[in-house]
């Protein structure tokens, strides 16, 4: 598997979102979003085995990544990739495992959709809020699963503070990019 430019043998599971390989939504996100900074705290959201988590840490030396995920089992296949590729500053973590006082000057998600609207809007609505005054949200969604509709809820969910901007469209997928306005 290639991460960042890194091609090694990731340690996957069923249970776990697209066990066997990196999705073509996340794949499309990893080739759309600019690159992470170089420092700060980034914020993987829905990480799985953590192929978004491990192109932030691989990127982003100097950085701490936040790799969240409710399911236990995607966190210990995230924490021993990281190992595996020499990555501390992976922290896997359930969601509240990430201090409240930390803002993201980055985050990535292939954001769990199929969760349901309230679910969704619920997990965008407790992590968006914790951009840093310069930081984006970058989020990778099908269009057929409601990427439009989800712009339009994020722009109205969220004015005056946040902006969202579509940053792509690539294999059925649009990539969203949210930030704070000047």
């Known amino acids: 598997m290639s991460l960042a430019g890194r091609e090694f043998e ?5 249970g776990v979102f697209s066990p066997d390989h ?4 996340t794949r499309v996100l990893l080739d759309t979003a600019p690159p992470p ?3 700060g705290d980034l914020l993987d959201l829905g990480c799985g085995w953590g192929p978004v988590a491990l192109t932030l840490a691989l ?3 100097e950085a701490t990544v936040w790799a969240v995920d409710v399911n236990e089992r995607a966190l210990e296949l995230t924490r021993r990739n990281a190992a ?5 500053g992976v922290n896997a973590v359930p969601p509240d495992g ?6 993201f000057s980055a985050i990535w998600s292939n954001p769990p959709i199929r969760i349901g609207k309230a679910e969704l809007h619920a997990l965008l609505s407790r992590w968006l809020p914790r951009l840093a005054p310069d930081g ?4 990778v969604v099908q269009k057929n699963l409601g990427a439009d509709s ?4 994020l722009d109205t969910e969220f004015a005056p503070e946040l902006s969202v901007t579509r940053a792509g469209s690539s294999k059925g997928f649009r990539v969203l990019d949210v930030h704070r306005r000047p």
């Open 22 to 25: 990196v999705d073509a939504g």
């Open 59 to 61: 990127s982003s030396a």
């Open 10 to 14: 990731a340690i996957t599971a069923g």
């Open 84 to 88: 595996e590729l020499g990555l501390t």
């Open 37 to 39: 900074p170089p420092a």
């Open 98 to 103: 990430v201090p409240n006082g930390v803002a």
């Open 150 to 153: 989800l712009h339009r809820w």
């Open 136 to 139: 984006h949200a970058w989020l």
